[in-house]
C-alpha cells in the first residue's frame, strides 16, 4: 500500500493547517491511520490515530488543536492543525495498520505501510 502525504508548508504560530494521506485501492477502510512526526535531531513520535470505525487517540501536546478524520469513501485521512506553535515543526509521516488491535495505534512500530511525509515549518 503506498501512501501519500501532502499539505505541508511554512506558516505563522497560530496559523492552521490541513495535511491529507491518501491510499489506493479497495481496503482503505480496512486500516486504521496514523500520524506521527519527527522534528530535526528528535525521535519520531505519535501525532494521532484514527481507527477503522472512527475512535481517535491524540498526542497531550496536540489534544484540543489538531483533529484526525477519515473519509473512507474517498481513501483519505486528514489532519487539520490548528494554533500551531514552532514546536510543531516537523515532517509529518501517515502510516496504515492492517491489524485492527486499537490498544498500540500510538506506536510506530505496529504500522506496515508509511507515506513519504510532508513538511510542516512554524515560524514564530
Known amino acids: 500500500v503506498q501512501l501519500q502525504a501532502s499539505g505541508g508548508g511554512l506558516v505563522q504560530a497560530g496559523d492552521s493547517l490541513r495535511l491529507s494521506c491518501t491510499a489506493p485501492?479497495?481496503?482503505?477502510?480496512?486500516?486504521?491511520m496514523g500520524w506521527f512526526r519527527q522534528a530535526p535531531g528528535k525521535e519520531r513520535e505519535f501525532v494521532a490515530a484514527?481507527?477503522?470505525?472512527?475512535?481517535?487517540w491524540y498526542a497531550n501536546s496536540v489534544k484540543g488543536r489538531f483533529t484526525i478524520s477519515r473519509e473512507n469513501a474517498k481513501n483519505v485521512v486528514y489532519l487539520e492543525m490548528g494554533s500551531l506553535k514552532p514546536e510543531d515543526t516537523a515532517v509529518y509521516y501517515c502510516a496504515a495498520d492492517p491489524s485492527g488491535e486499537v490498544s498500540t495505534l500510538t506506536y510506530s512500530n505496529k504500522y506496515k505501510y508509511w507515506g513519504q511525509g510532508t513538511l510542516v515549518t512554524v515560524s514564530s
Open positions: 485501492g479497495r481496503t482503505f477502510q480496512n486500516y486504521a
Open positions: 484514527v481507527s477503522r470505525s472512527g475512535g481517535t
